[in-house]
């Protein structure tokens, strides 16, 4: 199968090049910066003016500007999916792969849901919001050119990468300290996605792609997991085990008090419970690590 791909720079894209060459599809970049005909790299506006001569089968949408973004940069990263669009056409492709982000239902909170792809879009960043915005072009646009799309929701990917953004946890994990936590880590619920899980899925996308039919659906483990279960899971996959130093409960509710530093607890140890039911309705996954 020829597939075009954008983001193949990023975490994400640079493994998903290298595995579907594996899987003995035909790679076609697109990029921002990088030109080499050679290695089947082209701009954009090479696909645009159709300085090619490759005709793709489905399109993978990951590039992104990163998860940091400004107010500012919103109009920005939307402007990357609709130019995406563009080059599609002119690659004379109709589907569409778009790799989006669980940021569009807001971020984690101390409070407990269970979100799912109905769950209402209630970003709290300018990247979640940027995603958003990102889905909604997509869908009118996929009405306007006739073409077909899916939207993956995406957690943060549980990964030993240096792109990675757990890469801070691996590597304290593989020094083996002791890591002081509190007890609330023990029961809050956040979800992650294994790469495998992530290459499994796309591989039976590609495999039948009358999967592209205009859905929605949460990428992401069945099980959900605490933030002191993580830092377990973290040392057995680098052979270290992790000891938890349980600091006294009466410091995490002084620190909650403060809001600079209830954020960061927050962060720590919220919960961002997001529900893969619809995925494993329509895929036969695999939920190991």
């Known amino acids: 199968m020829n597939i075009a791909l954008t983001g193949s720079s990023g975490l994400i894209g640079s493994l998903l090049a290298e595995d579907l060459k594996k899987m003995g599809h035909n790679i076609l970049c697109i990029s921002s910066s990088q030109s080499s005909h050679e290695s089947n790299i082209f701009l954009y506006d090479e696909i645009l003016s159709e300085n090619h001569l490759f005709q793709a089968d489905c399109l993978l949408h990951l590039a992104s500007q990163n998860s940091d973004l400004m107010s500012s940069d919103i109009n920005k990263e939307v402007s990357i999916s609709q130019k995406t669009i563009d080059c599609m056409m002119a690659l004379d492709c109709k589907k569409i792969i778009f790799f989006s982000s669980i ?20 970003p709290t960043c300018f990247y979640g919001t940027a995603k958003k915005k990102c889905e909604a072009a997509i869908s009118q646009l996929a009405s306007q050119k006739d073409f077909n799309y899916i939207i993956f929701r995406l957690p943060p990917l549980l990964i030993d990468h240096p792109k990675s953004n757990l890469r801070k946890l691996f590597q304290l994990a593989q020094k083996g300290y002791p890591i002081p936590s509190f007890k609330a880590g023990d029961s809050n619920l956040r979800s992650f996605l294994p ?15 009358n999967k592209i039919s205009n859905q929605i659906f949460n990428l992401t483990n069945s099980k959900p997991i605490s ?28 620190m909650r008090r403060v809001t600079t530093l209830e954020s960061l607890l927050c962060r720590l140890y919220g919960n961002f419970h ?8 329509e895929f036969i996954i695999s939920d190991e690590d």
């Open 227 to 254: 933030t002191n279960a993580l830092f377990a899971l973290i040392g057995d996959k680098v052979g270290k085990k992790i000891k938890i130093v349980y600091l006294p409960n009466f410091i995490f509710n002084i």
């Open 103 to 122: 940021k569009v239902y807001g971020d984690n909170s101390f409070e407990y849901r269970q979100i799912d792809e109905d769950s209402s879009l209630e």
């Open 195 to 209: 790469y495998k899980l992530l290459k499994q899925v796309i591989a039976t996308v590609l495999g039948d792609t």
């Open 274 to 281: 997001i529900s893969n039911a619809k995925l494993k309705q």
